[in-house]
């Protein structure tokens, strides 16, 4: 879907931004604009670099090294974040209803605490 900030019907496609999406300039203004993002809540990075800062974020990767890689604006890739983590909030509320757990397996979590622990001890010990 193409939306153009003009209403002149007389337009032409007018190159590529960076991310590949098609750019178009109206013949009459001269006004230019890009193909619209809806896919990606108006983001202007192509679908194939977010999914490669996603991969790289869910795999431990810092947002600082995650730009780097991908040639992306920190901030984008902030933004990126925040808006998947939105969408998986709503999928979740949309999809996982009533799941009756027994047991929840939190090893990492008891390991962090623990480690604060010791580390409140060995202070109050020391002072």
């Known amino acids: 879907m193409i939306v153009a900030v003009c209403q002149h019907e007389n337009r032409r496609q007018n190159g590529r931004t960076k991310a ?27 679908m194939d670099r977010a999914v490669k800062i996603i991969e790289l974020l869910c795999e ?9 890689l991908t040639n992306s604006d920190p901030h984008t890739v902030i933004d990126l974040m925040v808006q998947f983590g939105e969408k998986c909030t709503q999928y979740m509320e949309q999809n996982i209803k009533a799941v009756h757990c027994e047991e929840i397996q939190v090893d990492e979590i008891w390991q962090y605490c623990i480690a604060i622990a010791q580390d409140f001890r060995t202070a109050a010990g020391a002072g």
């Not at 230019?32 to 192509?46: D, P, Q």
């Not at 431990?60 to 780097?68: D, I, K, Y």
């Open 60 to 68: 431990g990767m810092s947002v600082l090294a995650t730009s780097r």
């Open 20 to 46: 590949g999406t098609l750019r178009y300039r109206c013949k009459d203004c001269g006004i230019s604009w890009t193909e619209s993002t809806a896919k990606l809540g108006g983001m202007r990075i192509g």
